[in-house]
C-alpha cells in the first residue's frame, strides 16, 4: 500500500504479508495470529494488540519504522514487535503511554526513549543489543 493506512490493518491477519509505505492508523496488527506488518512510519493507539502464537506456525511479526501510539501490545499474548523509533511522533517516548498493559507473551525491541510500561504485566529480558538503544521486553 503506498501511502498512509486508515484502521486495522493487518486486523486478524492469519499469514499475509502487508507493506505499508506511510503511517498506520489506530488497532495496527490487532488479534493478528500470523504473517507479517510492516510500517514505514508511525502508528497510532492499540497496536499489536490481542496477539496470538500457534506454535505450529510462525508467529505474527510487527515491523514498525517510526513509533507507536498509546496502548501498544495491550493484551499481546505471541509474536514479535519492532519499533525502531526513526521520526518519532513523541521522539521522547516511541512506546506511547501505557505499553504492554496485559501483556501475556510475545516480544518487543525498541530503540529509543521510552516513558515506562507495564511492569506487572511485561520485564526487560537480556540481549545482544548495545546499551541505550532500547531493550526487548517479553
Aim: glycine share 18%; net charge neutral; with cysteine.
Amino acid at each position: 500500500m503506498l501511502g498512509p493506512a486508515s484502521d486495522d490493518v493487518g486486523w486478524l491477519n492469519a499469514g499475509a504479508t502487508i507493506t505499508v509505505h506511510g503511517h498506520a492508523s489506530n488497532g495496527t496488527a490487532n488479534g493478528m495470529a500470523q504473517g507479517k506488518v510492516y510500517i514505514a512510519g508511525n502508528i497510532g493507539a492499540r497496536g499489536m494488540t490481542m496477539t496470538k502464537h500457534n506454535p505450529r506456525f510462525e508467529p505474527p511479526e510487527l515491523w514498525v519504522l517510526g513509533s507507536a501510539g498509546d496502548y501498544f501490545a495491550e493484551f499481546m499474548a505471541g509474536g514479535v514487535a519492532v519499533v525502531c523509533g526513526l521520526d518519532a511522533q513523541d521522539p521522547e517516548n516511541v512506546l506511547g503511554y501505557r505499553p504492554a498493559v496485559g501483556m501475556v507473551g510475545g516480544r518487543i525491541f525498541f530503540r529509543g526513549p521510552h516513558k515506562g510500561f507495564s511492569q506487572s504485566d511485561a520485564r526487560w529480558c537480556p540481549s545482544t543489543m548495545r546499551p541505550g538503544t532500547g531493550w526487548p521486553m517479553g
